[in-house]
């Protein structure tokens, strides 16, 4: 099966991708030919299969401490697996193709913890990470072999086991003399520094902070749960940001750490949210204004971010925007608005990649390297020890 794989010219891989968001699954089929960084690709096919209200919901609970137990991670594991199984399959049918055409799928699955670094205090804390929707379920569902895990290796070297997805930003928009950051905006923001003319041990990454994840718990709760996210950010829009309780969210400590540095749920999730909802409140602060209030505190921290670790040492003339955020046309005005002149702010779809299914695209080529024995991290990004292969194989036999 394996050699097979490695001798076709071209491979239909699916990405799989459910991220801090939460919202569903993302799935592309991706048509690859040729190996590595030159490697040919193609988006045939996407989509997105939303979380119902409850899964959702039992998912935050599964991603805190408060909430989760040993017992929910076992089940809910395997339930993911059966529901990106499934992913898997709607894919295929959109297609128009037979599961078994497909060669290999590519998993990210979906973080529930984090540990960035180890615990003074917690011995058993180490610099550790927990992906769930098991690799095993998925393959022997679907029948064809799945890669996953992946974020594990690159700790295991010392790494923050993310951002993963600037080595798909170095082999889609590295330029030789332009300066770009590739800036995602899912539940979390992460950046991708790429200089002008850098060489892949030249490109550096980091989480910003939250990207949609708290204006996204703003918005469910104060429309008693009617809806989930700003669609195109007309709520913020007709909102005014309350510049104290601005300032005080800024005080986060995360936002003056030096890169490599990486976040989650664990930090920003719906507890900090909560605390913040209370604040706003309290204050007696409009629900357009506290979604304006956290609308620009995730605007604010991304180009905070910039101003602090990387425009001082780079000329960026190109910041180029994929995931959710991007829709949110308030949050991108008031980004825009954040940044110097001459940085220009664009989608990702104005260079040809779908800003909607980029993740999944790049979990589709990293199974597609480890297939091939290829590293498929930047080490300079994460801050592990050395470029390796990351990732563990689930055959379906």
Same mark, same amino acid.
């Given at each position: 099966?394996?050699?097979?794989?490695?001798?076709?010219? $071209?491979?239909?891989?699916?990405?799989?991708?459910?991220?801090?968001?939460?919202?569903?699954?993302?799935?592309?089929?991706?048509?690859?030919?040729?190996?590595?960084?030159?490697?040919?690709?193609?988006?045939?096919?996407?989509? !997105?299969?939303?979380?119902?209200?409850?899964?959702?919901?039992?998912?935050?609970?599964?991603?805190?401490?408060?909430?989760? @137990?040993?017992?929910?991670?076992?089940?809910?594991?395997?339930?993911?697996g059966r529901l990106f199984a499934d992913a898997v399959r709607r894919l295929a049918a959109l297609a128009g193709i037979a599961p078994d055409e497909i060669d290999l799928i590519g998993s990210h699955g979906q973080t529930v913890w984090h540990i960035p670094a180890a615990s003074e205090e917690r011995w058993w804390e180490v610099p550790s990470t927990?992906?769930?929707?098991?690799?095993?379920?998925?393959?022997?569902?679907?029948?064809?072999?799945?890669?996953?895990?992946?974020?594990?290796?690159?700790?295991?070297?010392?790494?923050?086991?993310?951002?993963?997805?600037?080595?798909?930003?170095?082999?889609?928009?590295?330029?030789?003399?332009?300066?770009?950051?590739?800036?995602?905006?899912?539940?979390?923001?992460?950046?991708?520094?790429?200089?002008?003319?850098? $060489?892949?041990?030249?490109?550096?990454?980091?989480?910003?902070?939250?990207?949609?994840?708290?204006?996204?718990?703003?918005?469910?709760?104060? @429309?008693?749960?009617?809806? $989930?996210?700003?669609?195109?950010?007309?709520?913020?829009?007709?909102?005014?940001?309350?510049?104290?309780?601005?300032?005080?969210?800024?005080?986060?400590?995360?936002?003056?750490?030096?890169?490599?540095?990486?976040?989650?749920?664990?930090?920003?999730?719906?507890?900090?949210?909560?605390?913040?909802?209370?604040?706003?409140?309290?204050?007696?602060?409009?629900?357009?204004?506290?979604?304006?209030?956290? !609308?620009?505190?995730?605007?604010?921290?991304?180009?905070?971010?910039?101003?602090?670790?990387?425009?001082? $040492?780079?000329?960026?003339?190109?910041?180029?925007?994929?995931?959710?955020?991007?829709?949110?046309? !308030?949050?991108?005005?008031?980004?825009?608005?954040?940044?110097?002149?001459?940085?220009?702010?664009?989608? @990702?779809?104005?260079?040809?990649?779908?800003?909607?299914?980029?993740?999944?695209?790049?979990?589709?080529?990293?199974?597609?390297?480890?297939?091939?024995?290829?590293?498929?991290?930047?080490?300079?990004?994460?801050?592990?020890?050395?470029?390796?292969?990351?990732?563990?194989?689930?055959?379906?036999?």
């Amino acid at each position: 099966m394996l050699e097979t794989y490695i001798h076709k010219n $071209s491979r239909f891989v699916v990405g799989l991708m459910s991220g801090t968001s939460l919202d569903g699954i993302d799935a592309a089929l991706v048509r690859i030919g040729g190996q590595g960084l030159d490697a040919d690709i193609e988006l045939a096919a996407f989509t !997105t299969v939303p979380y119902s209200g409850e899964v959702r919901e039992k998912l935050k609970q599964a991603c805190s401490l408060e909430h989760s @137990s040993a017992a929910m991670l076992c089940g809910i594991n395997f339930y993911l697996g059966r529901l990106f199984a499934d992913a898997v399959r709607r894919l295929a049918a959109l297609a128009g193709i037979a599961p078994d055409e497909i060669d290999l799928i590519g998993s990210h699955g979906q973080t529930v913890w984090h540990i960035p670094a180890a615990s003074e205090e917690r011995w058993w804390e180490v610099p550790s990470t927990l992906q769930i929707g098991d690799i095993s379920v998925i393959a022997k569902e679907t029948g064809i072999p799945v890669v996953g895990d992946f974020r594990t290796a690159d700790m295991a070297v010392g790494g923050q086991g993310a951002p993963l997805v600037p080595y798909f930003d170095y082999m889609f928009l590295r330029h030789p003399s332009k300066g770009r950051i590739a800036q995602n905006i899912g539940g979390i923001g992460n950046c991708t520094v790429i200089p002008a003319g850098a $060489s892949s041990n030249g490109i550096f990454a980091f989480d910003t902070g939250p990207g949609n994840m708290l204006i996204d718990q703003a918005v469910y709760r104060l @429309s008693g749960g009617e809806r $989930s996210y700003d669609e195109g950010g007309a709520w913020a829009e007709r909102g005014k940001a309350n510049q104290v309780l601005l300032d005080r969210m800024l005080e986060h400590p995360f936002f003056a750490i030096r890169p490599p540095k990486t976040t989650g749920r664990e930090a920003f999730g719906a507890f900090y949210a909560e605390q913040w909802l209370e604040e706003a409140q309290s204050a007696a602060l409009a629900p357009e204004d506290i979604v304006a209030t956290f !609308t620009a505190f995730t605007a604010q921290s991304i180009v905070r971010n910039y101003r602090d670790f990387i425009f001082p $040492s780079y000329r960026i003339e190109e910041i180029i925007v994929s995931g959710g955020g991007a829709h949110n046309r !308030t949050l991108m005005k008031m980004i825009e608005e954040e940044l110097p002149a001459g940085c220009k702010l664009t989608a @990702s779809e104005e260079w040809g990649i779908d800003g909607d299914a980029k993740e999944a695209i790049a979990f589709a080529v990293f199974a597609d390297h480890y297939m091939f024995g290829l590293p498929n991290h930047l080490s300079s990004a994460t801050g592990a020890s050395r470029d390796i292969v990351m990732g563990k194989l689930a055959l379906p036999n």
